[in-house]
């Protein structure tokens, strides 16, 4: 049993909606599909955008996951106590709803949903950006084929996600994301680009974070060392602390702001998008703002269950809070979207791994569950059979593409998608393997959940709308949690230690003493 909060201040219509959830019945998956003969109908749901040539969807599929009527109503019981549509409109208006920095969450202002002024302020430096990008793509700075984008989290996973799915026939500019500060990530960049024709992008939004300034400085002495003469003539700065990259050296009209009610895990939508405006093409980047904005509409006009990401949410608190499980895996079943679960870690981890509410009350269980993942097929030579056979319940988010990315025998993309489907179906119907189907070792004990996103195809509109999606579900899941997921207080503490140690000050414990001691460093 869990509760939110000390027990006199939980909002009481809140407890109640999770005390009438944990009180249901949990019929298994194979009854729930026996019980209700419209549960397809339900459960799975087509949502559209503007695609590459036409529209483009995706189908989402949670039937195969314990939601019924009797679940759904439980949880939009849940989602009034706890005001959802108040704070969804909260958001989607710029109110200050990362109540602990006292700021709004405005990348929805990035794709035209927000306070007027954000969403103005957001398309000039849109056009900004765009100008700058046309300029380069001219030749206006020279001849520029490679870009290296030095940023970390929310700084580099969107760029390079997008970079990865959007680029494989070939880049306008070819984008090299360096985000590590162990070296042998900046090495890698230099031997794969030219210094004569390398840009470097700094992407930071404090334009403070060590390892992108010490990244940046290290690009810059390998321009200079390569002949380049005016190193910080190749340098755009992506900030939302203009000053300090002006400050720092860069160029006025080379720097590409970004606002401050932009989160750093929600900023691939502004400046920090220029290395995909750049790499893959203006319209590549608008399509994805584009397909994330017709999610928003999605999310800000649908009520209940029905509102597809809400939807989502009420499983993944179903899985979390009620029955337990401490993971969530994601596997896409196509290469081009091979680093989304990376992406999803810092967006869910960061955003919900939090232990207080917005009240600063603790929550007493648990917040957001592990979020892991890989792609199909290769996971299921690997994980997947602790998926099917381990003493945890895992959910598992399947995405997949009826369009094939590759122009191989269509045998490929065929086998690739019965495999996806096969494990959705395979974990939710369990069996025996053996010959009298009584050997334990070779039973599958099945009713493992699973949900489905199938896209028509992975392109940058797609992209753009899933990515949107697991924000929006991300946000909802904190509402139902009743904390602030726009906050990251979590990596302060290490960052300071770190530091402490550098300026030789810090009273460490033993055991960090003599790991410093034995690398040759002293606190
Ligand atoms: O340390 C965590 C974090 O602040 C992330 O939230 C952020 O995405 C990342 O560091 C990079 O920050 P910045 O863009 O300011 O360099």
Redo the contacts with the bound molecule.
């Keep these: 049993m869990w509760r939110v909060g000390k027990e006199f201040n939980v909002n009481v219509a809140v407890r109640k909606a999770w005390d009438a959830i944990e009180a249901l019945q949990q019929p298994t998956l194979g009854q729930l599909f026996t019980a209700d003969p419209d549960r397809l109908g339900k459960l799975s749901a087509r949502l559209d955008w503007p695609g590459s040539e036409d529209m483009g969807g995706a189908i989402f599929d949670w039937s195969k996951t314990h939601l019924d009527d009797d679940v759904l109503a439980a949880f939009e019981a849940l989602a009034d106590a706890s005001d959802f549509a108040g704070r969804r409109a909260a958001l989607l208006s710029g109110a200050a709803i990362n109540v602990t920095e006292g700021r709004a969450a405005e990348h929805t202002a990035q794709r035209g949903i927000g306070a007027e002024a954000s969403v103005e302020e957001a398309a000039e430096f849109h056009h900004r950006m765009h100008l700058l990008v046309d300029a380069i793509h001219r030749g206006a700075l020279g001849e520029i084929r490679h870009l290296i984008h030095i940023?970390?989290?929310?700084?580099?996973?969107g760029p390079k996600l997008a970079i990865d799915a959007l680029a494989r026939d070939g880049a306008l500019v070819e984008v090299h994301v360096v985000s590590n500060i162990d070296g042998l990530a900046l090495e890698e960049a230099f031997a794969a680009a030219d210094p004569a024709t390398t840009m470097v992008a700094v992407?930071?939004?404090?334009?403070?974070?060590i390892?992108?300034?010490t990244n940046a400085a290290s690009a810059l002495d390998w321009l200079k060392e390569n002949g380049v003469v005016d190193p910080y003539g190749r340098v755009v700065a992506l900030?939302?602390?203009p000053d300090k990259a002006v400050e720092w050296g860069v160029d006025e009209t080379r720097v590409l702001p970004f606002s401050e009610s932009v989160?750093?895990?929600y900023?691939l939508w502004s400046s920090?998008g220029f290395p995909i405006a750049l790499g893959v093409g203006w319209e590549a980047f608008d399509a994805m703002l584009a397909g994330a904005h017709a999610v928003d509409v999605h999310f800000r006009d649908t009520d209940g269950r029905a509102n597809l990401p809400l939807r989502a949410a009420f499983a993944d608190q179903l899985y979390t809070r009620v029955r337990g499980c401490q993971t969530r895996a994601v596997f896409a079943y196509d290469e081009r979207l091979k680093l989304f679960p990376d992406y999803l870690q810092?967006l869910e981890m960061?955003s919900n791994g939090k232990r207080v509410t917005f009240d600063g009350e603790p929550v007493e269980g648990a917040t957001a569950p592990i979020t892991w993942g890989g792609v199909g097929t290769d996971g299921q030579h690997a994980v997947f059979q602790l998926l099917h056979q381990g003493t945890v319940e895992v959910p598992v988010d399947f995405i997949a593409s009826v369009a094939p990315g590759d122009a191989l025998d269509p045998a490929h993309h065929a086998i690739l998608l019965t495999n996806c489907f096969a494990q959705g179906a395979a974990l939710m119907a369990g069996g025996n393997m053996s010959a009298d189907g009584k050997d334990p070792a070779r039973a599958f004990p099945g009713d493992r959940p699973s949900a489905t996103i199938l896209c028509d195809d992975i392109d940058a509109a797609t992209l753009g709308a899933l990515i949107a999606f697991h924000e929006h579900r991300t946000f909802a899941n904190a509402v139902l949690l009743g904390i602030n997921p726009f906050d990251?207080f979590g990596?302060?503490l290490g960052?300071k230690m770190a530091k402490d140690i550098e300026a030789g000050g810090g009273d460490f414990d033993p055991s960090t003493r003599a790991l410093l001691e034995a690398a040759g460093l002293s606190a």
């Design positions: 940023g970390i989290g929310g700084s580099a996973l992407a930071s939004k404090t334009f403070t974070t390892e992108t300034m900030t939302a602390a989160g750093g895990r900023s920090i810092q960061e990251q990596v302060e960052k």
